[in-house]
Each structure stands twice: as structure tokens, then as C-alpha cells.
């Protein structure tokens, strides 16, 4: 049947209502309902023999059962039509990645390697606290910014994930955790964190789609203020981003000399950290309520000096900023040691006191791989083993 010129995504062929592209470059079938928004899902009821004229209902109610029930089968949506839910079952799916493995931290982190069905992987990881939490999710398989003290930057990019692969491993996450239907208040998925594996910025059209349904008040309805993308500094998606979206911001700076981030963030050599500033200052969803948090990890006589500390403040000058100082956390092979403690603490006494928060942030689920830069698929490992 052909699609309601209504119903169609803006972007996309008529031949398809999907959200993540299924097929050679995804991992989820093209007929899956997961990533899809109103209007596609609005759009896969006609494919599925609704009329048109009650398409948009039937767009809100597939909408409500996917995100705000969280719903695993059709047979569960019990608003629609007996008739209609078979045709659906028929056409689509409400697949989730498979879990190759789960693992939890001592300090009660949980870790997701999620396996979509082309086989690729990708890490998910949930910090929880003691009336909240943050999931922390992944944008590609692998990475292509081979940032020299983060361990995901030493698998190449294999390709980028989906916008539905993405609201998936929210949808995995809450699933396991018990988080169904969208509670009001008391969320142990409070907040969702673009800091896993791959540059969002670079997957920019898919990490929209996903957020944009991620935000959805109706939905799984975690607000763009409890959402932080994390970017190295992709310099001409970032008005974009913050146009767009308007979540937050932070950005993996790391150093405060383009000799020395060249090294440690080689995209600095394309976008250096005089216009990555620029476009941080220019950023349209920053305020004074709203800062912009740069992320700095600390590395033992390679960039914790005082002096270090004097020039980030007076790099961030005129930004409404704070600054998170991240213990370099190890991994096999790293070339790096974290500093020590009197050198971190010496680092935050100088931000702090010229008036930029500088929290130290405390290392999470570091006995699994699972804190920040320490992300790798196992799939990785696995298929090296077995070429041997």
C-alpha cells in the first residue's frame, strides 16, 4: 500500500516509514517500530491497512505502548484493534538488540554489551545513585577520533549506529532495571548521558532522530535538560546541535595547547581549540543556568601542571562553563598514568578559586570497563581471536 504523502517522513523515500535504516548499515530490521516517531509510526498503520483518517490516532496510541509502556509485543496494546494489532504483527516488529552480556559493578554500575543483528556490538552503562541515575549510551560501533587515553578510540569505526539502535538501548536498559511504564518522579534513569562509544557529532542525523523521540513528554520523556551530548569537538554541528535540540553541552577538551591536543584529540588538528571555544561561546542552549561543561581527564606529567590549570581558566573566560576533572581511568596498553592525587586536587584549587566548578569525578564501574574511556566492544576482541 503506498504510504499517506501525509504520514511520510520528510527526508525519506516513500518505500520506507523506518527511523534507523535497516538493511546492509543497521542493525535492526528495517521493519522495526523502534526509533520511529508519531508520524512514522502514523505511517506504518496505513501499511498496515488503517485508514488514513485514523492514522494519527493510531500514531499516538503505537507511540504510547512503545515508549511510555515500553511494550514488547502487540498483543500488549490493548487500545488498538485485535484486527489491526495482528496486521501490524504481520509487517513489523518491536525488536530489541540482544544482550551478550550484562555485568554489574561493585559499586552497583551495570554494564550492557547490546549485539545488534548484523552482529556489530555496542556498550551501554547505567551509574546509579541513590534517587536517580544516569545511562550513559553509545553513538557508533567503535570510533574514528583514535583520542590517545580513551580505549574506544583504539577500535576502528565500524559504522554508526541507528536513531533506532539508540533509543534501543534505553529501551534495554529501563527493561532490565524494571522502569515501566515512564514513572513522573523517583527515575533511576533520570538522565542520559551521549558519552559512550562513538562521536555523536558525527552521527549527527541519527542521534536527532533518536533524541528527538527520547524527549518526548508522551514517551520515554526525559526532558533536553536532563541530556548532555558529549563531543570532541565536531566545531560546525555544534550551533546546530544546540539550535535543534538544545541539550546540554560538554566538551572533551582535555588540554589547552593545540600541540599537545593534537596528540591527545587528533581532531584538533581540523578544528582547533581557539574555533572549538568560539562555537562554545556562541552555543544557543548555554546560559548561566545552563553551562557548558568541559571535561578534562587527568593525565600524570602531561597536562595536571598549574600552569595548565592558569590557562584553561583563562581559555574559558566569557563562557558560562564548569569543568570536570576526570581521573585517567586504565586500560590494557594505555600509555598513560593518572595523576596523582596532590596534583588533582592542586588542579581544582586553581579553577575553582578564579570561580569555574571543578568537580573531581569520582571513577565508576572501573572493575568491569566500564568508566569513562574505558568502552570497548568485546565483539572486537572476539572476531580477532577467532581469525587467528
Keep these: 500500500m503506498t504510504l499517506v504523502p501525509e504520514y511520510r517522513a520528510a527526508d525519506r523515500p516513500a518505500a520506507t516509514v523506518s527511523g534507523h535504516e535497516g538493511g546492509p548499515e543497521g542493525g535492526l530490521s528495517a521493519n522495526n517500530l523502534i526509533g520511529m516517531d508519531r508520524d512514522q509510526l502514523a505511517a506504518a498503520a496505513v501499511m498496515a491497512g488503517e485508514q488514513p483518517r485514523q492514522a494519527r490516532l493510531r500514531g499516538r496510541q503505537l507511540f504510547h505502548w512503545l515508549y511510555h509502556r515500553g511494550a514488547t509485543s502487540f498483543d500488549e496494546m490493548t487500545t488498538i484493534s485485535k484486527n489491526l494489532r495482528a496486521r501490524l504483527k504481520e509487517k513489523f516488529t518491536l525488536e530489541r538488540p540482544g544482550t551478550s552480556a550484562c555485568q554489574q559493578s561493585r559499586d552497583g554500575t551495570r554494564k550492557w554489551l547490546l549485539r545488534f543483528a548484523d552482529g556489530q556490538e555496542a556498550e551501554a552503562v547505567h551509574i546509579p545513585e541513590e534517587d536517580r541515575g544516569a545511562l550513559c549510551i553509545s553513538s557508533q560501533v567503535g570510533c574514528t577520533l583514535t583520542c590517545s587515553f580513551c580505549h574506544t578510540g583504539t577500535q576502528r569505526l565500524v559504522r554508526n549506529l541507528t536513531a533506532a539502535e539508540i533509543v534501543a538501548q534505553i529501551m534495554v536498559a529501563r527493561d532490565t532495571i524494571g522502569e515501566w511504564p515512564t514513572p513522573k518522579d523517583h527515575r533511576m534513569i533520570s538522565n542520559i548521558v551521549l558519552m559512550g562509544m562513538g562521536e555523536p557529532l558525527l ?186
Excluded at 535538560?225 to 544546540?242: A, D, H, M, N
Excluded at 586504565?330 to 593518572?338: I, K, N, R, S
Design 203 to 388: 552521527n549527527y542525523d541519527n542521534v536527532r532522530r533518536a533524541l528527538t523521540v527520547i524527549m518526548d513528554a508522551e514517551g520515554i520523556a526525559i526532558s533536553k535538560r536532563r541530556i548532555t551530548l558529549s563531543t570532541s569537538g565536531v566545531v560546525p554541528k555544534i550551533e546546530q546541535c544546540g539550535r535543534e535540540l538544545g541539550v546540554n553541552l560538554a566538551i572533551s577538551l582535555h588540554a589547552v595547547h593545540d600541540e599537545l591536543r593534537d596528540i591527545l584529540v587528533p581532531i584538533n588538528k581540523r578544528y582547533p581549540i581557539g574555533e572549538l571555544l568560539q562555537a562554545c561561546r556562541d552555543y544557543p542552549a548555554s546560559n548561566n543556568a545552563r553551562r557548558i561543561t568541559f571535561e578534562y581527564v587527568m593525565l600524570r606529567d602531561v597536562n595536571d601542571s598549574a600552569a595548565d590549570a592558569r590557562e584553561l581558566v583563562r581559555l574559558l573566560r566569557g563562557i558560562p562553563a564548569k569543568v570536570n576533572l576526570i581521573p585517567f581511568n586504565p586500560w590494557p596498553g594505555a600509555p598513560y598514568e593518572c595523576s596523582t592525587a596532590k596534583a588533582i586536587n592542586r588542579f581544582a584549587a586553581i579553577v575553582n578559586d578564579a570561580g569555574y566548578s571543578s568537580p573531581v569525578r569520582v571513577p565508576r564501574g572501573r572493575d568491569i570497563m566500564a568508566a569513562c574511556g574505558q568502552l570497548k566492544s568485546a565483539s572486537v576482541k572476539a572476531r580477532r581471536a577467532a581469525s587467528a
